[in-house]
């Protein structure tokens, strides 16, 4: 299974390779060449050395810690007071505070986080959605942190590697630190983000993006280290018991299919059923019934777990308040935070049993708390992060550029279908990945304008 994957995920390596290969798709070619005598010098052009390299590795370390929530599984440790002052002082330093603005997403971020804060003083409870402001002014920091210190495609593989490293421990966190009680579902600690095996789960598919990315560019240590991670994150994905994740991974592996050439299908195709054969009979009982739900008939259904019937009810109620909400309060919504208050206050006027839940759903998060305004920015800086992407995988000026993208493209289609079943919408992975999309694209502008001042010159 092993070299199965290594071949499937190697099936790109240098482009003269398959120069000759029908099955090379036209996506993976590199750029038209220049006009008949008119041709760049075979020497590449590299950016000249950032004075602020150190920045970089601090961000590195601080997205490392972030993306692993490591600090909501080990007490007392605050990592954030530490590392936030160095990196406040690398970007006064810098000079680059304004490097946001030249993403695609930059502004929209940026208005997002402003609207939020317009929203507080009316919202249901201002304590708490001071709270969700902080948050969100985190997350914004880190975008603008992104986009002063990530400045080259390298730059950008090493956030992707690290953030692929990240999810590889919460993998193994998640196997070795199993949660007590009943529930054979797995999850990150008791009181962590990740505790909700949808939220893990979410975690773990982007790392296998980014982890799937490193074998096939690493070689050796490296690739077989990727390889393994990638082995225990889809264990841990599959106990987690998320149909969430189920959907994710099998609608990711579709759009996969459809971007490979016919080489990579053949492979893919290997790989899921060595997984369909292997997974399953390792499974609980209790989360096949989880999956079985999808696929069991409305009258059968008191043979699956009935715990998971009533989430799928619970989710659609939630659905239908947060569009309720949205419409009673269109302009500046319930408040940043505020979606279980306003709908505990609802079913005491309904004199009913409150669902002490947030809304499971990023959009109508955003829309419900922050009105119309709130989520058109948000899905303005969502898709916006995900334009431009197809181009950079299609025409990149190299294989790595190209692999980059396509890495990047499925961890946000991931991201973008989790997003209609979790609140995700302030702060964390998703705002992670809308900067590490922003800075790969303006690191592929700058190698390209790089690279002009030499296209003109002629070969003798």
């Not at 309060?329 to 947030?358: I, T």
Request: proline residues 3%; aromatic residues 10%.
């Amino acid at each position: 299974m092993i070299t199965d994957m290594s071949r499937f995920l190697d099936m790109t390596s240098a482009p003269a390779e398959y120069a000759n290969d029908a099955d090379f798709a036209p996506s993976e070619t590199l750029v038209t060449a220049p006009s008949q005598g008119i041709l760049p010098r075979s020497r590449s052009y590299s950016a000249p050395r950032d004075r602020f390299r150190f920045f970089q590795y601090v961000l590195l370390v601080y997205l490392f810690f972030y993306c692993s929530r490591l600090s909501e599984v080990v007490a007392g440790m605050r990592f954030a007071i530490v590392l936030l002052p160095i990196l406040l002082i690398g970007l006064f330093l810098s000079g680059r505070s304004k490097a946001i603005l030249g993403m695609r997403s930059g502004k929209a971020l940026i208005a997002f986080t402003i609207w939020v804060a317009v929203c507080v003083p009316t919202s249901l409870w201002r304590t708490d959605s001071l709270r969700v402001l902080r948050g969100n002014v985190i997350a914004l920091l880190i975008v603008v942190f992104m986009a002063a210190f990530i400045r080259t495609v390298r730059d950008s593989f090493r956030l992707m590697y690290t953030i692929g490293l990240s999810m590889g421990l919460v993998a193994i966190l998640g196997l070795v630190l199993k949660r007590s009680g009943s529930s054979a579902r797995l999850g990150l600690g008791e009181t962590a983000t990740l505790k909700d095996p949808n939220f893990f789960c979410l975690y773990i598919l982007v790392g296998i993006c980014f982890l799937s990315l490193s074998v096939s560019v690493h070689k050796g240590v490296k690739r077989l280290f990727s390889m393994g991670l990638i082995i225990l994150c889809l264990a841990a994905a599959a106990r987690s018991g998320s149909r969430m994740g189920l959907i994710a991974f099998a609608i990711t592996v579709l759009m996969f299919f459809i971007f490979g050439n016919t080489r990579q299908r053949i492979y893919l195709v290997i790989g899921c059923l060595l997984l369909a054969a292997v997974v399953p009979p390792m499974l609980p009982q209790s989360v096949k019934q989880r999956f079985m739900i999808l696929f069991q008939p409305g009258e059968d259904a008191s043979h699956v777990d009935v715990s998971a019937a009533g989430s799928a009810v619970a989710r659609r109620q939630l659905l239908l308040r947060g569009l309720q909400f949205t419409l009673e309060n269109p302009l500046l919504g319930v408040g940043p935070g505020q979606f279980m208050q306003a709908e505990v206050n609802l079913a005491a006027q309904e004199h009913r049993k409150a669902l002490w839940m947030a809304s499971h759903n990023a959009y109508t998060e955003t829309s419900s708390e922050t009105g119309i305004v709130g989520l058109v920015l948000f899905l303005v800086a969502f898709f916006g992060a995900q334009v431009g992407l197809r181009r950079i995988r299609k025409y990149g000026p190299d294989l790595l550029t190209r692999r980059m993208a396509l890495f990047t493209q499925l961890a946000l289609i991931v991201a973008t279908i989790s997003a209609l079943f979790l609140t995700l919408g302030y702060s964390g992975l998703i705002w992670v990945l809308i900067g590490l999309s922003g800075t790969f694209q303006l690191a592929v502008a700058r190698q390209a304008k790089l690279a002009q001042p030499h296209q003109g010159k002629q070969i003798r």
